[in-house]
């Protein structure tokens, strides 16, 4: 099972800061994170991106998030 979220963080600079990531749950690796000025699509991709590149093909892991805004989206739905 593997879990994903994307936090926002107050940079010093005053501006926001996203982290998104991909964890898995039994062995609490991170096995994906990307950083961005912005909460979006692109940041999703690359981090999912990402994880494919580290998933065996034979693997079906189960991803679960918060459900928060950005997993609601059609884009990451479908």
Known sequence: IL???IT????????NGYISAVI???????LS???STSPNQ???YKTLEDLKNKIPTEFSPI???DQGW???????TS
Do not use: C
């Not at 926002?8 to 501006?15: F, M, R, S």
């Not at 898995?24 to 991170?30: C, H, L, M, R």
């Open 33 to 35: 994170i990307q950083v």
């Open 8 to 15: 926002q963080l107050k940079l010093k600079n005053h501006t």
């Open 63 to 65: 991803m679960h998030s």
């Open 42 to 44: 692109q940041l999703i």
């Open 3 to 5: 879990h994903t979220d």
């Open 70 to 76: 950005h997993y609601q989206l059609p884009y990451y």
């Open 24 to 30: 898995d749950e039994g062995t609490k690796e991170i």
